[in-house]
């Protein structure tokens, strides 16, 4: 009897502790997706600047090459 007091007694409390990692892990997962979502967009914000840079700018090879 007593046990099975016991094991009603713990057994919420071992079930709460899943929940908490449960919930931990999808907040991590959150939050490495949103920064790799970000550095994905910062990279290609870089990208296209730096492509009309050197299509205002032009380049110097042609010239090197004649």
């Given at each position: 009897?007593?046990?099975?007091?016991?094991?009603?007694?713990?057994l919420?409390?071992l079930?709460?502790?899943?929940?908490?990692?449960?919930?931990a892990?999808?907040?991590?997962?959150?939050?490495?997706?949103?920064?790799k979502?970000?550095?994905t967009?910062?990279?290609?914000?870089?990208?296209?600047?730096a492509?009309?840079v050197?299509?205002?700018?032009?380049?110097?090879?042609?010239?090197?090459?004649?």
């Amino acid at each position: 009897m007593h046990t099975r007091i016991a094991l009603v007694t713990l057994l919420p409390l071992l079930y709460s502790g899943c929940a908490v990692v449960t919930v931990a892990d999808a907040a991590v997962t959150v939050v490495a997706t949103t920064v790799k979502v970000g550095a994905t967009v910062v990279g290609t914000a870089v990208d296209v600047t730096a492509a009309g840079v050197k299509a205002v700018v032009g380049s110097d090879d042609d010239k090197d090459k004649k």
